[in-house]
């Protein structure tokens, strides 16, 4: 897979030239897009690719694992979406303790992003493989995010907890 053989490259350059980070490698990389940005769109594709064959779901998590080892600044928004996308892959795999562990840290970490609790809900609400669904779990999980003070993405959840509302009542 071409994504692949450009990740290990990417690696490859960063250990040759002892760049540690991947926000220190963009500093320094000469590209059309950043390292970055090109992280998120792997991602995606990788996500789609596990949906379709259920073999990449270890290719998932070697790269968020990498991702995150070479991240200097694990708040920003890029690095939390991985940890959140390491956590759901270890529920796809049937590692369901060690993926609510992550979400426990994510959200602890970061309390006020309201899209790490969404995430979390996910895996037990409307986008949850059928045998993992658990409504009221993933309405718990939202509503304990309500009472986060400076909650941030608010009106995101209450959007999701009504999808949830809604998917619940079709069971």
């Given at each position: 897979?071409?994504?692949?053989?450009?990740?290990?490259?990417?690696?490859?350059?960063?250990?040759?030239?002892?760049?540690?980070?991947?926000?220190?490698?963009?500093?320094?990389?000469?590209?059309?897009?950043?390292?970055?940005?090109?992280?998120?769109?792997?991602?995606?594709?990788?996500?789609?690719?596990?949906?379709?064959?259920?073999?990449?779901?270890?290719?998932?998590?070697?790269?968020?694992?990498?991702?995150?080892?070479?991240?200097?600044?694990?708040?920003?928004?890029?690095?939390?979406?991985?940890?959140?996308?390491?956590?759901q892959t270890y529920f796809e795999i049937g590692q369901a303790q060690k993926g609510e562990k992550l979400f426990q840290e994510l959200t602890t970490d970061y309390p006020t992003w309201g899209w790490g609790w969404i995430f979390w809900s996910d895996v037990y609400g409307v986008f949850a493989e059928d045998t993992d669904k658990d409504f009221n779990r993933a309405l718990k999980i939202l509503n304990e995010a309500l009472t986060v003070k400076g909650l941030e993405d608010k009106e995101d959840i209450r959007d999701r907890m009504e999808l949830t509302k809604k998917e619940m009542k079709k069971e």
């Open positions: 897979m071409t994504w692949q053989k450009v990740w290990n490259q990417i690696k490859r350059i960063m250990d040759k030239n002892e760049i540690e980070t991947i926000e220190e490698l963009d500093e320094v990389f000469d590209g059309t897009q950043t390292i970055y940005n090109w992280s998120t769109d792997f991602s995606q594709e990788l996500l789609n690719m596990s949906r379709q064959k259920k073999d990449f779901l270890q290719n998932r998590l070697t790269f968020y694992t990498e991702y995150l080892e070479r991240t200097a600044d694990l708040s920003e928004d890029n690095a939390k979406t991985m940890k959140a996308d390491l956590a």
